[in-house]
């Protein structure tokens, strides 16, 4: 089963290590000016660079291989980590690269595990990015990440941009003020940003709008219409966190550039689908809302997870395995001649 699922990824990742995603619209970036922004992390700087930046980014990386084809593509990473920095020089961002052999104490300090990975400190946390390592891609995430953790909603605009935001996880509640239960609420979602977004009212009109009460907290799981609301109030900080835990793996799922590995380290039994469909196209639209009525039916059988992959986000995307599914290529861009489905029993 993971043979299957691993080769669709493969695909998907196979243009990770260059500077730009495949979304036909993105970011602007420059050219690279040469300057080096990224910082060789070791036993006598890390310190340092923990205490000067708001956020330190840092790679954690296998030795410098002696392999030509190896040596490319570590270096095609090291150019995406000082494009960003470039992009991102006046948000006091750090980058860095910790060796896996040479500063194995210093990841240890550091608590980086997985070779290969990107590490994000902010104040006392550690993010680990779970996306396609692109200079765009990571320069959103990097913004997210500085955001404040807990968005407010107050007017009627706010709602409209909320509630049409049905592609992502994300909890809102309703408080008095900053109070005790607000900043339980906030201290949560600490834990889940960016890949979990929060919202918080104040304002007893938008409350009534979304059916909210003092102090109680809604759940969306993507593409449901209805939330779940949070048992018991008052809500504590684990309250909320083991609630968000326990009901994070949604139903139907977007493959998104920022989460794609997260949302493949799905090892549970049962029935996985793999879905795409094109929104944009009249017949990929129509098959999405199938998708998203079997979702909403069986929103509690935790048998089922469904991954939806639209083509659009991944124009560079090929397949490999036993049943490629059918495309045509134009221009060096994927076109899906149809809305495909492929389901893997565990």
């Known amino acids: 089963m993971l043979l299957w699922w691993f080769s669709i990824l493969s695909g998907l990742c196979c243009f990770g290590?260059?500077?730009?995603?495949g979304a036909e619209e993105g970011l602007e970036f420059p050219n690279f000016d040469g300057k080096d922004r990224v910082l060789d992390i070791n036993e006598r700087n890390y310190k340092k660079a923990l205490r000067r930046f708001d956020l330190l980014c840092l790679f954690y990386h296998e030795p410098v291989p002696n392999h030509k084809g190896l040596q490319k593509r570590f270096q095609m990473t090291e150019l995406v980590l000082e494009l960003t920095a470039q992009v991102l020089e006046n948000k006091d961002i750090g980058f860095g690269m910790v060796d896996a052999q040479r500063d194995f104490k210093v990841a240890q300090k550091l608590g980086l595990v997985e070779v290969g990975s990107l590490y994000v400190f902010k104040d006392d946390r550690i993010i680990e990015f779970d996306g396609e390592l692109s200079a765009d891609t990571l320069v959103e995430f990097l913004l997210d990440v500085l955001e404040d953790p807990?968005?407010?909603i107050n007017?009627?605009?706010e709602i409209r941009a909320f509630e049409r935001m049905e592609e992502d996880i994300r909890l809102i509640g309703y408080f008095k003020g900053e109070d005790s239960y607000f900043k339980a609420f906030k201290e949560a979602s600490e834990r889940f940003?960016?890949?979990?977004?929060?919202f918080a009212t104040f304002d007893k009109s938008v409350a009534k709008h979304l059916s909210l009460k003092m102090n109680e907290v809604n759940f969306y799981e993507p593409f449901m219409e209805e939330p779940a609301i949070l048992p018991g109030r008052p809500l504590t900080e684990m309250d909320i966190v083991e609630f968000v835990i326990q009901h994070r793996r949604a139903t139907l799922r977007k493959l998104r550039t920022e989460?794609?590995?997260?949302t493949w380290e799905d090892d549970m039994d049962g029935i996985h689908i793999v879905a795409f469909a094109e929104e944009e196209d009249p017949d990929g639209y129509e098959f999405l809302e199938i998708l998203k009525d079997v979702a909403r039916d069986n929103t509690n059988n935790p048998d089922l997870s469904i991954v939806w992959i639209d083509p659009d986000d991944f124009p560079l995307l090929t397949l490999t395995g036993r049943k490629p599914l059918t495309w045509t290529s134009s221009d060096h861009r994927l076109e899906w001649s149809t809305s495909q489905m492929r389901t893997v029993c565990g």
Do not use: D, G, L, S
């Not at 989460?259 to 997260?262: I, L, S, V």
């Open 193 to 198: 940003q960016p890949y979990i977004k929060f």
């Open 17 to 21: 290590q260059v500077f730009f995603c």
């Open 259 to 262: 989460n794609m590995f997260e």
């Open 155 to 157: 007017n009627a605009m």
């Open 150 to 152: 807990v968005e407010m």
